[in-house]
């Protein structure tokens, strides 16, 4: 296991930890009051080649490995969770889809700006009636003259509506297989494209400074050559997408987590109650030390998983492991951190206030804890 980081990843880190502290942590709660997309953090955040981490450098990347993001998202996270989901969101469900299953042609076309944080992809999966049931597609792709022309709805989209969104992939449904199921594909559609229509953002219990939209599609129509990968195998695909993205998930919610210690140990340190630090008594110490048990855990966990992708074995169980320990441990540690800043807790200048009600989320995007849980007990042969 990657107990400890090379001099590289480290060198990175260290970046990373100074770009959320001194730039990020200033800023980020009036965009989260406003829910105001930060666009200035993410411009430097690309010129800082973060976007570009996992990209090799022909398309304009770093050519760097998946520990290498996961790494910059634990550190992002540990801040702020929108900051750091736009940068996730962007690179497992922006970049992967192309850079994995995309043409020659759609790589040189669309990677570099995406790799440079110019611009935003986004992952059309999620609809209303289909969300942990993603095989429940409606979305519709036909072929006509040339284009598919797609019809349906995607829902609950990450960087799907910024200024600076180039397209989105979805899923969609192009005919019967022989079995009489779903032949689902996966489809780029530029933004802008006639026919595609951004809804306004949501209103959100959290991540308020990050992205997210229902689409909409009808008789919207792109060429044939923006199938991604093969045709009928756009499910397959993403499935894979999802199993990257729940390592790079679990990075981000332990940076939560670890975010919560970090903020709790100063307050206890800092906070006075009966003539003493609250941090001498025993109750808040066993409240603290069961929060950094649970972050090392979960960082062990999603190492683990990067570890065995990285050599190119199976690691959909230990994806699922990381994402299931590492969520768990961003909600409870936000819910005794909270417990901990007691009435300031719930005051939303506060790092906890926001981690608090951030955290939920990661126990449901990218697949729930539910289906983390299945996931593990099929590859135990149940």
Same mark, same amino acid.
């Given at each position: ?28 709660? =009036? ?33 760097? =490995? ?37 043409? $020659? ?156 210690? $970090? ?68 909600? $409870? ?50």
């Amino acid at each position: 296991m990657i107990m400890q980081l090379s001099e590289e990843h480290e060198a990175l880190r260290a970046t990373v930890e100074d770009f959320a502290q001194k730039e990020v942590a200033p800023a980020i709660a =009036d965009f989260y009051i406003r829910e105001e997309f930060p666009y200035d953090l993410v411009a430097t955040m690309g010129e800082m080649g973060l976007f570009g981490l996992p990209v090799p450098e022909e398309y304009g990347g770093m050519g760097g =490995d998946y520990v290498a993001l996961c790494v910059a998202l634990e550190e992002l996270g540990r801040v702020d969770q929108s900051v750091a989901i736009t940068l996730e969101a962007g690179v497992s469900l922006g970049i992967m889809p192309i850079q994995r299953f995309g043409s $020659d042609e759609q790589k040189q076309r669309w990677l570099p700006d995406l790799a440079a944080g110019k611009a935003l992809g986004g992952f059309g999966l999620t609809e209303a009636g289909g969300g942990s049931d993603a095989g429940a597609t409606r979305t519709t792709a036909t072929q006509d003259a040339g284009d598919w022309v797609i019809n349906g709805s995607k829902a609950f989209i990450t960087n799907s509506g910024t200024r600076i969104t180039s397209h989105v992939t979805v899923t969609a449904v192009t005919d019967k297989r022989d079995d009489g199921k779903k032949e689902i594909s996966a489809i780029l559609v530029p933004s802008g494209t006639v026919g595609f229509t951004v809804a306004p953002s949501y209103s959100k219990v959290g991540w308020n400074a990050s992205d997210t939209h229902e689409l909409a599609f009808s008789d919207c129509r792109v060429p044939e050559e923006n199938l991604v990968g093969q045709r009928g195998k756009g499910y397959g695909q993403f499935l894979s997408i999802l199993d990257e993205g729940r390592i790079a998930i679990a990075a981000l919610a332990t940076g939560a987590a670890q975010g919560c210690v $970090d903020e709790s140990v100063r307050y206890a340190h800092e906070r006075q109650a009966f003539g003493a630090a609250i941090g001498t008594y025993q109750a808040i110490q066993f409240k603290i030390a069961e929060m950094e048990s649970r972050t090392v855990a979960a960082r062990l966990a999603w190492h683990d998983a990067a570890e065995k992708m990285a050599a190119g074995k199976s690691f959909t169980k230990e994806a699922a492991i990381a994402k299931l320990l590492s969520s768990n441990a961003a909600m $409870d540690n936000a819910r005794e951190a909270t417990q901990i800043f007691g009435g300031y807790g719930f005051m939303n200048e506060y790092p906890v206030a926001r981690h608090y009600r951030d955290s939920k989320i990661l126990e449901i995007g990218e697949g729930t804890s539910e289906v983390q849980k299945m996931l593990i007990a099929r590859r135990l042969g149940l």
